[in-house]
């Protein structure tokens, strides 16, 4: 029997989770992501991709000193968005370009992922989810190759990816305003060449603005929801702000290991009582399903 497997998003979380799911489950299983949109047009495809688990949310200020020096990469997910998603197609996942309103129109699936980021405000009504607009610019000076960044204010950093080197950038929570402003630009420009000033007059290749999913602490969870008597399971993974090209994969192999014994809990019912058969009626099996 094959378990199917809903996941809604296409961002870095959800194609990490699915695809850490495939590895962890292999061939016994169907899989699917919704999506409303894909690479390039995602929350990863304006970051950088800097890789700094130090950043995540409600780090004790005490911890931080006033000046640090570290060593990391960058994944640049306009790199590993696509990748990640040939990676998932080409073990048999298939991409639907849906929008999803409601989790009971994915009723059929034996579990549900719920990677859609900014969007799970209303898709699971969670008022902690707030957008941190980050507005950036990408321009061109090869010759930058480290990272620099200011905790001083609002957060002026310098990130070299492969093609282009991102100024950034900005952090205003609740702004949901998705293009980019001229005040922000000056700040950006004005306060990256403050820090190298080499950097004044580079070449503008793209002002960017993307939205973070803001929240407190990130949501990595399993619900067991009941909906118009169905029980539908969900394992969420939303809400990981400025860090989701950091943590993706890291929540992906947690999702993965939820999703492990969730499935293999069904099956064990299945074999119990349907003799390994699929129906369409899991009611009574879910009813009995111990959490
Ligand atoms: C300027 C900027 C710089 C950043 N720099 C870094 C960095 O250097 N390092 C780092 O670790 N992180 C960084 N981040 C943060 C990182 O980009 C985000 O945390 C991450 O991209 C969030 O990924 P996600 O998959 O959760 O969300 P998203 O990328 O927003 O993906 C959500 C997905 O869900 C889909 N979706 C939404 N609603 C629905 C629906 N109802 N039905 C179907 N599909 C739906 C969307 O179409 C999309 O595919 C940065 C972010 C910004 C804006």
């Given amino acids: 029997m094959k378990c199917r497997v809903a996941v809604i998003g296409a961002g870095v979380v959800g194609l990490c989770s699915a695809v850490r799911i495939q590895d962890s489950l292999g061939d016994d299983l169907e ?3 919704y999506t409303e949109d894909k690479s390039p047009n995602t929350t990863g495809d304006v970051a950088a991709g800097f890789w700094a688990p130090y950043f995540i949310q409600n780090t004790p200020t005490e911890k931080i000193i006033s000046g640090y020096h570290f060593v990391s990469v960058t994944c640049e997910p306009s790199k590993l968005l696509p990748y990640l998603e040939k990676k998932f197609v080409n073990r048999g996942g ?23 980021g900014l969007y799970s405000k209303y898709l699971n009504s969670d008022d902690k989810v707030r957008p941190i607009r980050g507005q950036i610019a990408r321009v061109e000076a090869p010759w930058q190759f480290d990272i620099q960044m200011d905790d001083s204010d609002d957060g002026h950093y310098i990130i070299p990816n492969q093609d282009c080197v991102i100024l950034g950038g900005t952090h205003q929570i609740n702004d949901w305003n998705v293009n980019p402003t001229n005040v922000d630009t000056t700040f950006i420009l004005d306060g990256c060449a403050q820090l190298v000033p080499a950097l004044k007059g580079a070449k503008i290749i793209k002002h960017q603005v993307g939205l973070r999913p803001g929240r ?7 619900e067991n929801r009941n909906v118009d008597g169905k029980i539908i399971h969900i394992i969420h993974n939303y809400g ?23 499935l293999r809990n069904i099956r064990k019912m299945c074999k119990k009582y349907l003799g390994n058969t699929r129906q369409s009626s899991l009611l009574e099996l879910e009813l009995e399903f111990i959490y």
């Fill in 216 to 222: 407190d602490f990130v949501k990595l969870e399993l």
């Fill in 94 to 116: 298939k991409i639907i370009i849906k929008k999803i309103e409601s989790f009971s129109q994915l009723n059929e699936y034996d579990l549900i992922i719920n990677c859609t």
């Fill in 240 to 262: 990981h702000g400025g860090c989701g090209v950091t943590l993706c994969y890291g929540c992906g192999g947690e999702v993965a290991e939820l999703a492990r014994v969730v």
């Fill in 31 to 33: 899989i699917v992501i």
